[in-house]
């Protein structure tokens, strides 16, 4: 049970009761409706705010082709972001792939997924760099600073790329169609196209692959809120993660924004990105109007430059010290540090117990349903997360001058609902005469005409628009339904099918009966890290460990079919749905992506709802499922897998 500080309980029950009314305020009947996915949007214009910035069409075009039309290959990876990229190097360091047996295929021009996509200027990871950029170790790299800039973080993905010779087996600007099992070759046939920028025409290719990887990220496909008259503006407009720097002057590298000295610029949303964007758009534009649906919270940051002499002293210290440093972090993360456990890293997520409601916590046990304990348990965690949000708040009343800009830019829900965002310029930059707050309580922007965007009837001109509004997020959809792609297992049945019918339905989270040697990336049924990379590479390790079990069990020369049997993926989500009432603490959030604006709180359908609990991450946190995997393997069964080597008949089909 949560130890509840002491706290005025008039004054938690004021403050709940502000939550309460902030959330419903901002509830819409339409949920993630409210927003258009930019790729799909039907004007041009706006469709092709979604188009590649990026990428180098001509040296692209001019690489020979590295796919050999179905060819067979050992593995196929979907997605050149740090979760694909982790996969491959395990599946090269465990002996069961060589780079050349790997094909991996992106959307993107190039390595990083997430830090390919976004270059906006400002961009930072929001965890320390020491345990977010992955295989620190394995390079010797020392990151510059505590936080990355983006552009580091995207040449560290070139980085592992190279030193693991996967450089040239990446293919670029390519999306997957159809990824399906053949019966008769026991092997996933793939199909997808390769764009060729717009001077040439797209190529389709078929492959075939032993294993597939899914590693298609979350924050993928970017969103606008679909204002009234947004296609009749006639200014710039564009989403923070495809950066126009042609309108804004400037580079990822130079950050100088000079096109916007004579520029009115306004930048709707004031989540992760904004924080980051707004203080450097803010040194720039003419005049700046921020347009605020709901505050960000906003912690200090404390960047700091990496002190190289001693890093191999206070960081790096001893082999293994960085998946220490990610596991004493989780730890403070899920409110479950020993007492007087050393704060390796200090940073602003560790004093913030209070989000162990989202990110699950080891020291509740399975939890209690009955209305009355979950009504305790929330309660609970109001009251260890009131302190925290208190000096959020004074934090605001101390950095902007205005009481009154002051009061709108407070934030009025528990630091779960949310990600954390970490400034030291962002507030203050609200002092600044020509930085305007445009806070529309909760609505939004009523329309937006030929010059100006309009909130509550007043209409401000601008020359800019820049959202910085987000991404579609499939909350509850099959792991196919966040690539945009077809996946079709045994018997021709479809993975989306699957999850429809009975909800998520996997052996840790990551693989699913009839789906045999494809395995997924993601939170639902595994373990939700805060720090993405801590689990991306965690998963890469398991599913690894998996295959290679396999194979030792089928022998050399043999093809292994790795498979979860039904009875296995139905215990592991009976496990994951009784753990579901931990999280009922969330249910009453202000809408955003964690909740998916409000898709499904009301479902009352004990079916449906039932479904739901099965999507849920692993409530008991990431030390309590990492000891759950640590357990199964030291059973040494390789419980609830199905492993068997291709039939000969497969085989002489492929030959
Ligand atoms: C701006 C921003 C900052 C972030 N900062 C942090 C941070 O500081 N700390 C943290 O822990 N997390 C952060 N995240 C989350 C971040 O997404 C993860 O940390 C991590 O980089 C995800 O890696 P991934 O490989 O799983 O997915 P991604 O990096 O998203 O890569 C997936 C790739 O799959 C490709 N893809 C998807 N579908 C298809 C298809 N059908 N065909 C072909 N390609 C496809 C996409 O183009 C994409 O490039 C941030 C996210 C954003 C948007
Ligand atoms: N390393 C880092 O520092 C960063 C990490 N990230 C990661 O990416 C995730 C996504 O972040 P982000 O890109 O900021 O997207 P989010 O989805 O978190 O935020 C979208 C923002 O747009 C606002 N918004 C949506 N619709 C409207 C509207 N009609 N009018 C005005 N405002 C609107 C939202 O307000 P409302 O809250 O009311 O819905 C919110 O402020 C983060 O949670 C984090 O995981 C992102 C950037 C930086």
């Given at each position: 049970?949560?130890?509840?500080?002491?706290?005025?309980?008039?004054?938690?029950?004021?403050?709940?009761?502000?939550?309460?009314?902030?959330?419903?305020?901002?509830?819409?009947?339409?949920?993630?409706?409210?927003?258009?996915?930019?790729?799909?949007?039907?004007?041009?214009?706006?469709?092709?705010?979604?188009?590649?910035?990026?990428?180098?069409?001509?040296?692209?075009?001019?690489?020979?082709?590295?796919?050999?039309?179905?060819?067979?290959?050992?593995?196929?990876?979907?997605?050149?972001?740090?979760?694909?990229?982790?996969?491959?190097?395990?599946?090269?360091?465990?002996?069961?792939?060589?780079?050349?047996?790997?094909?991996?295929?992106?959307?993107?021009?190039?390595?990083?997924?997430?830090?390919?996509?976004?270059?906006?200027?400002?961009?930072?990871?929001?965890?320390?760099?020491?345990?977010?950029?992955?295989?620190?170790?394995?390079?010797?790299?020392?990151?510059?600073?505590?936080?990355?800039?983006?552009?580091?973080?995207?040449?560290?993905?070139?980085?592992?790329?190279?030193?693991?010779?996967?450089?040239?087996?990446?293919?670029?600007?390519?999306?997957?169609?159809?990824?399906?099992?053949?019966?008769?070759?026991?092997?996933?046939?793939?199909?997808?196209?390769?764009?060729?920028?717009?001077?040439?025409?797209?190529?389709?290719?078929?492959?075939?692959?032993?294993?597939?990887?899914?590693?298609?990220?979350?924050?993928?496909?970017?969103?606008?809120?679909?204002?009234?008259?947004?296609?009749?503006?006639?200014?710039?407009?564009?989403?923070?993660?495809?950066?126009?720097?042609?309108?804004?002057?400037?580079?990822?590298?130079?950050?100088?924004?000079?096109?916007?000295?004579?520029?009115?610029?306004?930048?709707?949303?004031?989540?992760?990105?904004?924080?980051?964007?707004?203080?450097?758009?803010?040194?720039?534009?003419?005049?700046?109007?921020?347009?605020?649906?709901?505050?960000?919270?906003?912690?200090?940051?404390?960047?700091?430059?990496?002190?190289?002499?001693?890093?191999?002293?206070?960081?790096a210290y001893k082999k293994g010290w960085q998946f220490e440093r990610q596991c004493n972090w989780n730890s403070f993360l899920t409110n479950s540090a020993e007492p007087g456990q050393k704060n390796l890293v200090g940073d602003g997520w560790t004093d913030m117990p209070g989000y162990s409601a989202m990110m699950g916590s080891p020291s509740h046990g399975v939890v209690d349903p009955s209305p009355e304990n979950l009504e305790r348990r929330t309660t609970a965690f109001h009251a260890?997360?009131?302190?925290?949000?208190?000096?959020?708040?004074?934090?605001?009343?101390?950095?902007?001058?205005?009481?009154?800009?002051?009061?709108?830019?407070?934030?009025?829900?528990?630091?779960?609902?949310?990600?954390?965002?970490?400034?030291?310029?962002?507030?203050?930059?609200?002092?600044?005469?020509?930085?305007?707050?445009?806070?529309?309580?909760?609505?939004?922007?009523?329309?937006?005409?030929?010059?100006?965007?309009?909130?509550?009837?007043?209409?401000?001109?601008?020359?800019?628009?820049?959202?910085?509004?987000?991404?579609?997020?499939?909350?509850?959809?099959?792991?196919?339904?966040?690539?945009?792609?077809?996946?079709?297992?045994?018997?021709?049945?479809?993975?989306?099918?699957?999850?429809?019918?009975?909800?998520?339905?996997?052996?840790?989270?990551?693989?699913?009966?009839?789906?045999?040697?494809?395995?997924?990336?993601?939170?639902?049924?595994?373990?939700?890290?805060?720090?993405?990379?801590?689990?991306?590479?965690?998963?890469?390790?398991?599913?690894?460990?998996?295959?290679?079990?396999?194979?030792?069990?089928?022998?050399?020369?043999?093809?292994?079919?790795?498979?979860?049997?039904?009875?296995?993926?139905?215990?592991?989500?009976?496990?994951?749905?009784?753990?579901?009432?931990?999280?009922?603490?969330?249910?009453?959030?202000?809408?955003?992506?964690?909740?998916?604006?409000?898709?499904?709180?009301?479902?009352?359908?004990?079916?449906?709802?039932?479904?739901?609990?099965?999507?849920?991450?692993?409530?008991?946190?990431?030390?309590?499922?990492?000891?759950?995997?640590?357990?199964?393997?030291?059973?040494?069964?390789?419980?609830?897998?199905?492993?068997?080597?291709?039939?000969?008949?497969?085989?002489?089909?492929?030959?």
């Open positions: 049970m949560v130890t509840t500080p002491s706290v005025d309980p008039q004054k938690l029950q004021a403050v709940r009761k502000r939550y309460a009314e902030e959330a419903k305020k901002r509830q819409r009947p339409e949920g993630s409706a409210q927003f258009l996915q930019l790729s799909q949007a039907h004007e041009e214009r706006l469709r092709s705010l979604s188009d590649d910035p990026w990428a180098d069409h001509k040296s692209l075009n001019a690489k020979p082709s590295i796919i050999r039309e179905n060819a067979v290959y050992k593995a196929f990876v979907l997605g050149a972001g740090f979760g694909g990229l982790l996969f491959s190097i395990r599946l090269i360091e465990s002996g069961v792939a060589t780079a050349n047996d790997i094909r991996l295929v992106d959307a993107a021009g190039g390595f990083g997924g997430t830090w390919y996509w976004n270059r906006y200027p400002g961009l930072h990871c929001d965890l320390e760099s020491y345990m977010y950029l992955p295989l620190l170790e394995e390079t010797g790299y020392i990151p510059k600073h505590k936080y990355s800039a983006g552009s580091e973080i995207r040449q560290h993905a070139e980085r592992i790329a190279s030193k693991w010779n996967l450089t040239d087996k990446a293919l670029f600007r390519t999306t997957v169609k159809t990824v399906s099992w053949d019966d008769d070759t026991e092997l996933w046939t793939v199909n997808f196209v390769e764009g060729r920028g717009p001077s040439a025409a797209p190529i389709e290719h078929q492959i075939r692959a032993q294993y597939v990887y899914l590693a298609a990220g979350v924050l993928t496909r970017p969103q606008v809120p679909r204002i009234p008259g947004l296609h009749t503006f006639s200014g710039e407009i564009f989403h923070t993660a495809r950066w126009n720097y042609d309108i804004t002057g400037g580079s990822q590298e130079d950050q100088t924004l000079s096109k916007l000295r004579d520029k009115r610029v306004a930048v709707v949303g004031t989540a992760a990105t904004a924080i980051g964007v707004i203080p450097v758009v803010g040194k720039y534009a003419k005049e700046l109007y921020v347009i605020q649906r709901t505050p960000a919270y906003v912690k200090p940051r404390n960047q700091q430059v990496t002190n190289k002499e001693t890093f191999h002293i206070d960081v260890l997360d009131l302190p925290h949000m208190e000096a959020v708040r004074a934090r605001v009343e101390q950095a902007v001058k205005d009481p009154e800009t002051a009061e709108k830019l407070k934030p009025w829900y528990p630091s779960w609902c949310k990600r954390p965002t970490f400034s030291d310029t962002y507030l203050e930059l609200f002092n600044e005469p020509h930085v305007h707050l445009v806070d529309t309580d909760g609505k939004g922007p009523s329309r937006i005409t030929e010059r100006s965007i309009v909130v509550s009837e007043k209409e401000y001109e601008v020359d800019v628009i820049i959202f910085s509004t987000g991404f579609q997020v499939a909350r509850v959809g099959s792991p196919a339904s966040r690539t945009n792609t077809t996946v079709t297992g045994r018997k021709g049945q479809s993975l989306d099918e699957k999850w429809a019918k009975v909800g998520a339905a996997t052996l840790h989270g990551y693989l699913t009966n009839g789906f045999p040697n494809l395995f997924f990336s993601g939170t639902s049924q595994g373990t939700i890290t805060g720090n993405n990379i801590m689990m991306l590479n965690f998963i890469a390790n398991h599913i690894t460990y998996m295959i290679s079990s396999g194979e030792k069990r089928v022998g050399k020369g043999k093809r292994a079919i790795v498979e979860v049997t039904r009875e296995a993926e139905e215990a592991h989500s009976a496990q994951v749905a009784k753990r579901a009432p931990y999280f009922s603490s969330v249910a009453g959030c202000t809408p955003g992506y964690f909740n998916g604006y409000g898709d499904g709180v009301d479902v009352t359908d004990p079916e449906e709802k039932g479904k739901r609990e099965r999507g849920v991450v692993w409530s008991e946190g990431t030390i309590s499922f990492l000891k759950l995997i640590g357990d199964w393997k030291k059973e040494g069964s390789l419980k609830g897998l199905k492993i068997l080597p291709a039939r000969e008949l497969a085989y002489r089909a492929v030959l």
